[in-house]
């Protein structure tokens, strides 16, 4: 997305702060603003067209902002159920229109993080395999559990992300081995290619690059995408 249209979005408030605020023009990183209003925006009046297939098959997306740390930061003197019920209902309404909606996400236990948990079901935990990355994917587990919907847990998937194009490293495969983790791991990993990191402003895409190992790079996230797929029945 050019940089010029995500401020556009961003000052029409377009971004992910209108599903769970009325007015950010207040924001306190030390009060937590909670609206009078618990009905989030309509769909159709946030989303923003990205990219359509051929066959008729959209991409849209609503930008994240920065200002989402109020939200994380900022306390409540009150009740927060009218954030957490215009999130569940907008929510609602993207499950009415999409086949599969992805929520981005800092892994830290932030009202957004808890509440998009608790909408989910199936979650992405994508881990580089690096020293304590063990300790990180057992405490996102149990933060999972802990916010649960009722009795049902969202189902999670370990993606091994930013791993070399040959070979397996050692921490890769101590996960792999461990029973409390090895059936969630997914087959396929993202391997570590510069035509991953090269995309700007909408441009550059692995499908669309004629760049070095770029055509290896899409069959890389072809792979993991159609394996997630299969598993998760999305």
């Known amino acids: 997305m050019p940089a010029s249209l995500y401020f556009k979005l961003e000052k029409e408030r377009k971004t992910t702060l209108s599903i769970l605020v009325d007015d950010d023009t207040k924001l306190d990183p030390y009060k937590l603003q909670v609206p009078g209003n618990h009905n989030p925006p309509a769909l159709s009046e946030i989303i923003t067209h990205v990219y359509k297939t051929k066959l008729g098959a959209t991409l849209d997306i609503i930008p994240s902002t920065l200002d989402l740390m109020y939200l994380a930061l900022g306390k409540s003197d009150g009740r927060i159920e009218p954030i957490e019920e215009r999130f569940d ?133 072809l792979k993991v995408s159609i394996e997630f797929i299969n598993k998760s029945g999305v």
């Open 89 to 221: 209902k907008f929510v609602q309404q993207c499950r009415s229109e999409y086949d599969v909606t992805i929520i981005d996400c800092h892994p830290a236990g932030s009202l957004f993080t808890k509440t998009s948990l608790r909408n989910s079901d199936h979650v992405i935990i994508p881990v580089m395999p690096q020293r304590y990355a063990v300790r990180g994917i057992g405490l996102m587990m149990q933060f999972m559990d802990a916010k649960k919907a009722g009795s049902a847990a969202p189902t999670p998937y370990i993606l091994f992300n930013h791993t070399p194009r040959i070979g397996v490293s050692p921490v890769e495969t101590s996960i792999r081995s461990d029973a409390k983790y090895a059936k969630y791991c997914l087959e396929n990993t993202l391997k570590r290619y510069k035509a991953f990191s090269e995309p700007e402003e909408g441009k550059n895409f692995v499908w669309a690059s004629n760049k070095p190992y770029s055509t290896e790079a899409f069959t890389n996230l």
